[in-house]
């Protein structure tokens, strides 16, 4: 929860000093005479559009973190689970079987059977466009 707490007061501070750059370059621009050069204006922009910049690449930065801890936070409530995706569905197939052979062939998984999986498991089929994802519980 602290990296949220962070990554809203460092946008906040930037929103205010976003602000603050605009405002200063709309009173300089509305101040000054009409003979400004195009060297003057061409250096604001620039600097102006570099901080734009590196504004968005903190902000990317900060909301990569945030997606890496909740993963984390998704990973540990998602012990004893395996979900397989990209399972081509076929019609009339045994998901048992199915679940079974990818785990053996895939994961190295020998003495993997669909009996041995009935018990154990409680799964949840969704299916996307003939695509299976399976959310397996054990």
């Known amino acids: 929860m602290e990296n949220i707490f962070e990554v809203l007061k460092t946008q906040v501070s930037l ?3 976003l602000n603050q ?3 200063e ?4 621009l509305e101040g000054s005479s009409k003979d400004l050069s195009l060297k003057d204006l061409s250096s604001d922009y620039i600097n102006f559009k570099n901080f734009v910049y590196s504004t968005l690449t903190l902000l990317r930065q900060q909301i990569n973190l945030l997606i890496v801890n ?5 990973s540990r409530h998602r012990k004893k ?3 397989l995706g990209g399972v081509v569905e076929n019609t009339n197939e045994n998901v048992r079987e199915l679940l079974a052979s990818v785990i053996t062939k895939n994961l190295g998984i020998k003495n993997c059977s669909s009996q041995s999986l009935q018990p154990k498991f409680n799964w949840k089929i969704i299916s996307l466009d ?5 959310s397996c519980r054990y």
Request: glycine share 0%; net charge negative; charged share 45%.
């Open 15 to 17: 929103e205010k000093t």
């Open 21 to 23: 750059r605009l405002d």
């Open 25 to 28: 370059f709309e009173a300089r």
């Open 70 to 74: 909740v993963d984390a936070i998704e």
């Open 81 to 83: 689970f395996l979900l």
């Open 130 to 134: 003939k695509v299976l994802e399976i």
